[in-house]
């Protein structure tokens, strides 16, 4: 009798700790989910673009950033949710895999940024360029400038004068546009006592001086603004950064030790 209970016994205990498993298939899908949606999202805003779409604006364009974004994601977690699911050791060697080389490019990136900031700055520097060249072509572009100059209060990268690289801005007598000289409504300072936005508030800027500019417009590039909020933000940039480190390295541990797990399962097989 002893023996037939050591016998079911043995056939019920199992090395897969289901907690594991199944919190690493509710967490991959959610994320799968998510993906899906980003993907969505980014089809969306490339396909219902008001214009054709600028060449030299690829690698900026927000639409195909989040479908890039979102097809790798959609890729990891889907090897982490059927993996887990399944305990597939391929799948789940595949997603720990994968979520180690991005978290590691992540890492890598951040200290090089930081190593190199003067460089890095000179590269941001050349992408939001793209992005004031070819402002009034990709509405996309043209929204993410005036969100970023708004939320940080600033015009231009260096100052209000990069919005000369736009022709339709460019402050030359030879410009036949109404917008000669002139900046987007988004690096307006806003009127107390007006609750609509003036569109024609910038125009002309460009001509004046520093001072009378400052008067109706944000001066300061978006360069040294970003640079100072990141300063003052520091717990809440840290906050970020450790809440997006988190989950990754939760799921290549999580994802090792089921691994593990399933290797010793089946090694006990008789």
């Known amino acids: 009798m002893d023996r037939d209970l050591n016998l079911s016994r043995a056939e019920t205990f199992s090395f897969i700790n289901p907690w594991i498993r199944y919190f690493l298939f509710l967490s991959s899908f959610l994320f799968w989910v998510f993906s899906l949606c980003i993907v969505a999202i980014g089809v969306y805003a490339t396909v219902h673009k008001a214009t054709e779409p600028v060449q030299d604006t690829f690698l900026i364009n927000p639409g195909i950033i989040l479908i890039v974004v979102g097809v790798v994601m959609f890729f990891i977690t889907y ?160 906050t970020l950064v450790l809440g997006l480190a988190l989950p990754q390295i939760a799921g290549i541990m999580l994802s090792q030790m089921l691994i593990s797990q399933i290797e010793n399962e089946i090694n006990s097989l008789p």
């Open 79 to 238: 090897c982490g949710c059927i993996g887990a699911l399944r305990e597939n050791i391929p799948l789940l060697k595949t997603f720990s895999f994968s979520l180690t080389l991005v978290f590691l490019a992540q890492l890598i990136i951040a200290i090089l940024s930081f190593i190199y900031s003067d460089q890095t700055r000179d590269a941001l520097g050349k992408f939001v360029k793209k992005a004031i060249v070819h402002y009034r072509d990709d509405l996309d572009l043209q929204n993410l400038m005036d969100y970023i100059q708004q939320e940080f209060r600033c015009c231009g990268w260096n100052n209000y004068t990069d919005w000369s690289w736009n022709i339709h801005f460019n402050c030359s007598r030879r410009n036949p546009s109404e917008e000669t000289c002139a900046v987007p409504f988004s690096c307006c300072t806003p009127a107390p006592t007006k609750t609509v936005n003036n569109t024609i508030c910038g125009f002309g800027i460009e001509a004046q001086k520093h001072l009378k500019a400052a008067e109706s417009i944000y001066t300061d590039g978006c360069a040294d603004r970003a640079a100072t909020w990141v300063e003052s933000h520091l717990l809440l940039v840290g």
